[in-house]
């Protein structure tokens, strides 16, 4: 079996593969405090702020730009992009 690799997300215990597998409750814990309505970028620069993992901000990447009123709307969000 030469030539194979252990894969990244092998290294990283508890974080999700792929955008697909990420819980959603990470988003929301990632995004936390956040006064809203907010954007996407202000969701990102939250994420960041709480060094969310890379996975998570992809995520975010992905959303609409555009305001959200609150978390339910940021979960639906997420939702939709998972459905992708």
Known sequence: MAGMK???TGMASGVAGT???LDP???EVSTSGINYPASKSDLITRAKGAEAPQI???ALDKFED???KDPEDVKSEFQK????
């Open 81 to 84: 992009i998972v459905k992708k």
């Open 25 to 27: 409750q990470i988003i």
């Open 66 to 68: 555009r305001q959200y």
């Open 19 to 21: 955008i697909q597998e």
């Open 6 to 8: 252990e894969s990244a």
């Open 56 to 58: 998570v901000l992809d």
